[in-house]
């Protein structure tokens, strides 16, 4: 028997660089996957932050991150839901301009 290849920081570091699994272009879940980030983005107003929200694990959602759930069209549904919320906030008016309205007493 050989021996076993030994991996490198460079190795690894190309694992940076792979696409996740279903975000290949051309994919079952890519053009679902695609509209997901953008409503993200729209919601949350930064890349930063809606990729932040859509990989850490939502207690809205069952513990599951929001991409997670996602992968099924039902779930997708469940995620455009809470990121509407998001978007207009519980009172219905978009975030943006609820940090506009003036405080009232």
């Known amino acids: 028997m050989g021996k076993k290849p030994i991996q490198t920081d460079d190795d690894l570091s190309d694992w940076d660089h792979v ?3 279903g975000r290949e272009f051309g994919s079952a879940d ?3 996957l695609a509209e997901l ?4 983005f729209k ?4 890349h930063l932050k ?4 859509l990989d850490e694990p939502n207690h809205m ?3 599951q991150t929001p991409e ?3 992968k099924t069209q039902k ?3 469940r995620v455009k839901k809470l990121l509407r919320t998001k978007e207009f906030g519980e009172q219905g008016a978009p975030a943006a301009e609820k940090r506009k309205m003036p405080k009232t007493h």
Do not use: K, N
């Open 50 to 53: 809606a990729r932040q929200w």
């Open 75 to 77: 779930g997708f549904e």
């Open 68 to 70: 997670e759930v996602a």
């Open 43 to 46: 919601a949350l107003g930064a």
């Open 37 to 40: 980030d953008h409503l993200a």
């Open 19 to 21: 696409i996740p699994v």
């Open 30 to 32: 890519y053009e679902r």
């Open 61 to 63: 959602l069952g513990g």
